[in-house]
């Protein structure tokens, strides 16, 4: 069956002090779905187990990323995590670096047409 997507997010995290790509990633999923309501659920009378959610996380070393962790942030659906080379790292003046990781957020449900 094909699926569409219905929802498209972006988000930020930041990692302070720690340089945590996964702690990070984590804040930037959450960032990302905080910006939406998925009502079209109780609105259309659909569940959200058939619901897949594909996560995009960009950091400067996307080995770092527990993928497994970040999947487990998300509230509901069935989440794939893949990790690319993106972010940021900023050196704070004082000897420290802050990570900062994007997110896009997709949500995909299978076509109700027909």
């Given at each position: 069956?094909?699926?569409?997507?219905?929802?498209?997010e972006?988000?930020?995290?930041?990692?302070t002090?720690s340089?945590?790509?996964?702690?990070?990633a984590v804040r930037?999923?959450?960032?990302?779905?905080?910006?939406?309501?998925?009502a079209?659920?109780?609105?259309?009378?659909?569940g959200?187990?058939?619901?897949?959610?594909a996560?995009?996380?960009?950091?400067p070393?996307?080995?770092?990323?527990?993928?497994?962790?970040?999947?487990?942030?998300?509230?509901?659906g069935?989440?794939?995590?893949?990790a690319?080379?993106?972010?940021?790292?900023?050196?704070d003046?004082?000897?420290g670096w802050?990570?900062?990781?994007?997110?896009?957020?997709?949500?995909?449900l299978?076509?109700?047409?027909?």
């Open positions: 069956m094909s699926e569409r997507r219905f929802i498209l972006m988000g930020q995290g930041v990692s002090h340089r945590n790509a996964t702690e990070a930037a999923v959450q960032d990302a779905i905080r910006h939406s309501s998925l079209v659920f109780g609105t259309c009378g659909l959200t187990e058939g619901m897949r959610v996560v995009t996380i960009g950091v070393r996307p080995e770092e990323v527990d993928a497994g962790r970040v999947a487990a942030s998300l509230p509901r069935r989440a794939e995590v893949t690319v080379l993106g972010g940021l790292e900023v050196e003046g004082a000897g802050h990570l900062i990781a994007t997110a896009a957020v997709e949500a995909f299978p076509d109700q047409a027909g």
